[in-house]
């Protein structure tokens, strides 16, 4: 059974280092695409980034390059997203998700999310 | 950048059909999919490479697309459907990042 599952709600103020983990079970990790995807207070879904973990190839959308880190340890399945600085625009649910086998840009497998606060 | 439009909220009494449409320039040649998320819930994907639908998920749920605008219909609605539904694509090229519709919020009247 395929399962990801992410790290808890974290609560940090402006300024500050952050690093969400999302540990991925129940297939190869190595061999699917894996991203994060922003859910901001009663908003849409917006794609941060995505990565292969099989060689950390990681792509970000043009709002988040540079201002987020996306990682991957396949020794331990687990992907990540991490943010240098908080701001309290970066306020929002983040979701992981993995992508569909194959030439597809969709997603078949979504984490249950890690609500991240900024606020002084 | 590239864009799905869906309408904000469709309202449907039980037993009845809802449509929910997503329109994108690129739909003719990218695959769309469709998800659904409850409140507090992470989505749930209903409907992949336009009309294929996942196992697990409802018979009444189903997928189409035609030229730009890919639909998805949900026959015999239950109260259980009211939800938030996201469309999800690329553009022509079909590089990331992938783009989500603004979403619809059904009601069940």
């Known amino acids: 059974e395929v399962q990801l599952v992410q790290s808890g709600a974290e609560v940090r103020k402006p300024g500050e280092s952050l690093k969400i983990s999302c540990k991925a079970s129940g297939y190869s990790f190595t061999t699917y695409w894996i991203g994060w995807v922003r859910q901001m207070p009663g908003k849409g879904l917006e794609w941060v980034g995505i990565i292969y973990p099989g060689d950390s190839d990681a792509r970000y959308s043009p709002s988040y390059q540079g201002q987020v880190t996306i990682s991957a340890d396949k020794s331990i399945n687990t992907a990540y997203l991490q943010w240098d600085s908080l701001k309290a625009s970066d306020t929002s649910m983040y979701f992981c998700?993995?992508?569909?086998?194959?030439?597809?840009?969709?997603?078949?497998?979504w984490g249950q999310g890690t609500l991240v606060t900024v606020s002084t | 950048s590239y864009e799905l439009t869906q309408p904000p909220s469709v309202s449907v009494s039980p037993g009845q059909t809802a449509r929910i449409t997503c329109s994108g320039d690129a739909l003719p040649k990218q695959y769309t999919y469709w998800y659904q998320q409850k409140p507090g819930q992470a989505p749930v994907v209903l409907i992949y490479n336009d009309t294929k639908r996942p196992s697990e998920i409802p018979e009444r749920f189903s997928g189409s697309s035609s030229g730009t605008t890919a639909t998805l219909t949900i026959s015999g609605v239950q109260a259980e459907d009211e939800a938030d539904y996201y469309c999800h694509s690329a553009d022509h090229s079909g590089s990331f990042p992938w783009v989500f519709g603004g979403g619809t919020k059904v009601t069940v009247l």
């Open positions: 998700a993995r992508r569909f086998d194959g030439p597809s840009t969709g997603v078949d497998f």
